[in-house]
């Protein structure tokens, strides 16, 4: 259960969570999702982290952690692109 959940599950949640967070609030590719909502949390990363810690949490505690694995290996690597200071082709 929760206490099940060592140090390093919760940094692969949270990268998920930052992950899953920022493609629906920020994204190119769901941007046309966005602007048909007329609800703020589909435009806030603050609100929809919320969320969006919920849905990565109960795919982990189902079973499905291939998605969360991939979610926060692809935030992983924004993130490192991001420190890096590389340029976007």
Sequence with gaps: M????LFTDFIILAVAT???AYL??????TAS????????L?????????WSGAIVLLMWLIGLNGIVWILALAG?????HVYTGAMHV
């Design 42 to 50: 589909w435009r806030c990363i603050y609100c929809f982290s919320v």
């Design 76 to 80: 992983g690597a924004l993130l490192l």
């Design 24 to 29: 629906v609030t920020n994204d190119d590719i």
């Design 2 to 5: 929760m206490s099940d959940i």
């Design 18 to 20: 930052w992950r899953l």
């Design 33 to 40: 999702f966005r602007n048909r909502m007329h609800f703020e």
